[in-house]
Structure formats: structure tokens, C-alpha cells
């Protein structure tokens, strides 16, 4: 008997000890994760003309910090920014020089792209807007307090693109501590570009765009820092797969998706598991991630306190368990009586489990009814106190007045008169006296 009651207490105990683990067995609340990265693609292209210096000024009045471009290389070897490999989409090559077809940017000299309208096929506000040097681009994206995401386009068409364009990041001062520690990340489709511009610049951060096989994920973490997918094709298993992998700085690797711009998409994937997003509606898609990131806050808060208040629902349930057992290990042992035989009604042991639990609950409501009873006393006795210390704050004054009534009354000719012999006034008890009682 004493052992299985024994039994009882250490388990009511373990309980109790176990509260702060079992507390999260309620329920799964995931964690909040920040506010995910929004990289405006190609500048901020719903509001200008993409990769323009009017671009990223656009998407600086937006807010939007982080900015996508392109770099290609003109047939005199200049490097600049533009995402096709012809000038036909977003220039007036074709008109200003009719004969040139097909307008491909390695058959043009610099001089010859600076001439060029890349503003009006957008719009007739943006006339006149040009081709920017990537020399121009960098000292505007740092002028405005920008960050870049800079991708090397088409590298096997231009050979040794990577070396010179490692040598202009560095002659430009994009190479130093600063940029390369959170303001600088090179991308390309490329992986084996990608591979040599970390060994010319290992403290660079660098991406690889498309979606490798996850068993080449950790050969490639060798070289890379970030995973920079198709976003039509991203799941929370391949998100999964990605952040398993620590990549050459030692984190794990970070994965971005593109293109992005519906909002309800965007707060999708970062509930998959994206850390970042490339969109042409940058602001859009932030303020919905934002709004999404609050609202995952409240649920969080909310989830928390409903944990809180269950574990202290069972905290109380356990408390009753070790008191029941307490009280059973203390009290006296019945006399014995013999053995009776048992009724044919009588229940087996192994159908008592639930009488056992009846008789938890109901101790677990004694003791909330006692802990209330010693609740309601105490606060009655500070009542009382409150009471008694007023009363004892009650003047001496009003004592000494009543006296000396009470003297000069009996000491008023008429009272001498009829009683020759003055008897003394029989005391009279002080009013704090009656209050404290």
C-alpha cells in the first residue's frame, strides 16, 4: 500500500517538474520569422524604366533598399547594365540604326550604346533616360545607401568578364569590408562563373540562380552562400533541403525566389521558407509581408497565452495529486478487519482508473476552494487591519472634550444643589475602543 502510494506521489512530482516541457505538447506554434528580404528586380520597374539610374531612384523614394541588375559587356569591352542581349527591347536601336541587325550588345562600342533613347518605349517622362555605365550604376546605388544584387549575364559569351568584373568591383570600392559584409551579392545562372568569382573575391556573398538538385547541394556549399530559384518551382521540402546546408561562411545557405510580384504568392513563399523575394512591385509586395509578418505575431501571442493558461490548468491538477498523495502517506492506517468475499457485483481493480481520476478532479476542486478560502481571509483581515488602524488614528482630542463636558456638567450650581454629595462620573470608554472590538 505505502509503495503504491509511494508511486502516486513521485509521479504527481514529476508532473509538476515536467510542466514547462509538456506545456508545448498543446499545440505546435511555429516561430515568426522576419520580415523577408523584398530586392527590387532590375531597380523598381512598375515605376520606371528598368536598370536605369531612374530606376533606383524610383525604388529608393519606395524604400526599397535592396536592387537587382544586370551586367553585360559592349564590344570595346565596357561593362554596363542591361538584362537582354539585344538593344531592341528597351532602346530606339532599331531606329537609330537600321542596318545593325540584330542590335546584339557585343556588337556595339560604348559610344555608340550612349546614344541611345532607353527611357521613351516607357514612357514620354522618362525620355531622354540612358544607358548606364556599370561605373555610373555603382556610385548611384551607393549615393542613394543601396544594396546590390548584381548578376553576371551570359559569361561564356564574353570571356574573361568575371576577372574584370571583379577588378572594376574592387577599383570602384565595392571589394572592401563593408560592402561585401551585407551590402553586395554576385549571381549568376552560371556556376562556373559563379566559382571563380569567389576565389577572387572569397568574402563576397554569392548566389547561384535556378534551382540545383539537392544532391549537389552540399558539394556547391563550397563556393556558394545562397540558393536564388525559380519561384514557380520551390517547395518547403526543396526549402527544407537548402537550409540543411551551411554554405563557405559557415550559415546555412539562404534561398531567394524570382519573379515575384503577387502579393498573396510572396507571403506563400515565405511561409514555405523563402528568406527573400526578387519582384518588379517591390513596395507592394513588402507591405503585404509586413502585414503578414504582424499578423503571424498576434497568432503567436495568442497560441502562447492559451499554452500558459493550460499549463496552469494542469499545474493545478498536479498540485492536487501531490497533496491527495501527501495526505494518504500521513494518515493513520485503518484497522485491520478480514477479508471479506467479494460480491458478485464487484468491479475489477483494472476498471477503477476512472473512480481514480474522479477523486483527483475532486481534490483538485478542494484545493481551489481552500486557496480561495485562505484568498477571501486574507483580504478580510487587511479590511480589519485597514478599520483598526484608522480608528487608532482617531485624535485624543475628541476623548479629552468628552471629560471635560462631563466634569463641567457636574460641576454646575443647580447639579451642587440637589446632589450635595457629586459622585464621579463613571468612565467612559474611548470610541477607538469600541471600533477595535
Excluded: C
Excluded at 213 to 235: E, F, K, M, Y
Excluded at 398 to 421: E, G, K
Amino acid at each position: 500500500m505505502r509503495i503504491r502510494l509511494f508511486a502516486v506521489l513521485s509521479g504527481a512530482v514529476l508532473a509538476l517538474s515536467a510542466l514547462p516541457l509538456s506545456a508545448a505538447s498543446f499545440g505546435h506554434v511555429s516561430a515568426v520569422r522576419p520580415v523577408v528580404l523584398t530586392i527590387g528586380h532590375r531597380g523598381a520597374p512598375a515605376h520606371a524604366p528598368e536598370n536605369t539610374l531612374a530606376s533606383i531612384d524610383a525604388a529608393r523614394r519606395l524604400g526599397v533598399t535592396w536592387v537587382e541588375n544586370d551586367v553585360q559587356r559592349t564590344k570595346d569591352g565596357r561593362l554596363i547594365v542591361m538584362h537582354d542581349a539585344t538593344l531592341v527591347r528597351t532602346t530606339d536601336a532599331r531606329r537609330r540604326y537600321p542596318g545593325r541587325s540584330p542590335w546584339r550588345i557585343a556588337d556595339f562600342t560604348l559610344a555608340d550604346i550612349e546614344r541611345l533613347d532607353a527611357g521613351s518605349w516607357y514612357d514620354k517622362r522618362f525620355a531622354g533616360e540612358r544607358v548606364p555605365t556599370l561605373d555610373a550604376y555603382l556610385r548611384r546605388v551607393d549615393h542613394n545607401r543601396q544594396d546590390l544584387l548584381l548578376e553576371i549575364k551570359d559569361p561564356r559569351r564574353y570571356p574573361g568578364m568575371v576577372e574584370q568584373l571583379a577588378a572594376r568591383l574592387r577599383a570602384d570600392g565595392w571589394l572592401d569590408r563593408a560592402h561585401q559584409h551585407g551590402r553586395l551579392m554576385v549571381q549568376s545562372f552560371d556556376a562556373g562563373a559563379v566559382k571563380r568569382f569567389h576565389r577572387l573575391s572569397p568574402a563576397t556573398v554569392t548566389g547561384l540562380l535556378g534551382n540545383p538538385p539537392r544532391r549537389d547541394l552540399a558539394a556547391d556549399a563550397g563556393w556558394l552562400d545562397s540558393v536564388n530559384a525559380d519561384a514557380a518551382h520551390l517547395t518547403r521540402s526543396y526549402a527544407d533541403a537548402v537550409h540543411a546546408v551551411r554554405g563557405d561562411h559557415g550559415v546555412p545557405l539562404r534561398l531567394y525566389a524570382w519573379t515575384v510580384d503577387d502579393p498573396d504568392r510572396a507571403v506563400a513563399l515565405a511561409g514555405l521558407g523563402a528568406d527573400g523575394v526578387i519582384t518588379d512591385r517591390a513596395d507592394v509586395v513588402r507591405a503585404a509581408l509586413a502585414r503578414a509578418a504582424r499578423t503571424a505575431r498576434s497568432r503567436a501571442a495568442v497560441a502562447a497565452h492559451a499554452v500558459r493558461s493550460r499549463s496552469a490548468a494542469h499545474a493545478t491538477v498536479a498540485e492536487a495529486s501531490v497533496a491527495e498523495a501527501a495526505d494518504a502517506l500521513v494518515a493513520p492506517a485503518p484497522r485491520t478487519r478480514p477479508a471479506a468475499a467479494p460480491a458478485a457485483h464487484a468491479v475489477p481493480a483494472a476498471r477503477s482508473a476512472p473512480a481514480r481520476r474522479a477523486r483527483v478532479r475532486r481534490a483538485a476542486a478542494r484545493h481551489a476552494s481552500l486557496r480561495s478560502a485562505r484568498t477571501h481571509r486574507s483580504a478580510a483581515s487587511r479590511s480589519a487591519g485597514t478599520r483598526q488602524s484608522a480608528a487608532h488614528r482617531t485624535p485624543a482630542r475628541h476623548v479629552s472634550l468628552r471629560s471635560a463636558r462631563v466634569h463641567h456638567f457636574a460641576d454646575h450650581p443647580a447639579h451642587r444643589n440637589s446632589n450635595p454629595t457629586p459622585r464621579t462620573p463613571a468612565p467612559t470608554r474611548p470610541r477607538y475602543v469600541a471600533a477595535a472590538r
